[in-house]
């Protein structure tokens, strides 16, 4: 059973910068496979997408209100997922969620529903 487990979570302040990281366990097949995301929500707000890696590190896509603050990157020998967090803003609070699903698609998939596979979550709290 896959297992994803996000860490590195916590309180900041505006301007400063967070790395979270999410650690695949239980796969079947070879983790470069699996297309990750990082996804955030908000109290009172909907899921959204933040960040996408396609299988075997072809393509990266970010959501708009992120693009040029955060990075995501993959280290397929260590079956992690990282999301590095710049320019952080009280905007930017909120628990976030990585995800995967095994697909050799390099496309933008930028819904949850596409993705098989969940952590249970970080906190991420930006003070102003």
């Known amino acids: 059973q896959v297992r994803l487990v996000e860490s590195g979570g916590g309180l900041v302040q505006t301007g400063g910068s967070l790395t979270l990281s999410c650690a695949a366990s239980?796969?079947?097949?070879?983790?470069?496979?699996?297309?990750m995301g990082w996804f955030r929500q908000a109290p009172g707000k909907e899921r959204e997408f933040v960040a996408g890696?396609?299988?075997?590190?072809?393509?990266?896509y970010y959501a708009d209100l992120v693009k040029g603050r955060f990075t995501i990157s993959r280290d397929n020998a260590k079956n992690t997922v990282y999301l590095l967090m710049n320019s952080l803003t009280p905007e930017d609070t909120a628990v976030y969620y990585c995800?995967?699903?095994?697909?050799?698609?390099?496309?933008?998939?930028?819904?949850?529903?596409?993705?098989?596979?969940w952590g249970q979550g970080t906190q991420v709290t930006v003070s102003s």
């Open positions: 995800a995967a699903d095994r697909t050799y698609s390099s496309g933008r998939r930028n819904f949850a529903n596409l993705y098989a596979y």
């Open positions: 239980g796969l079947t097949f070879s983790f470069s496979t699996y297309y």
């Open positions: 890696f396609s299988w075997s590190g072809g393509n990266t």
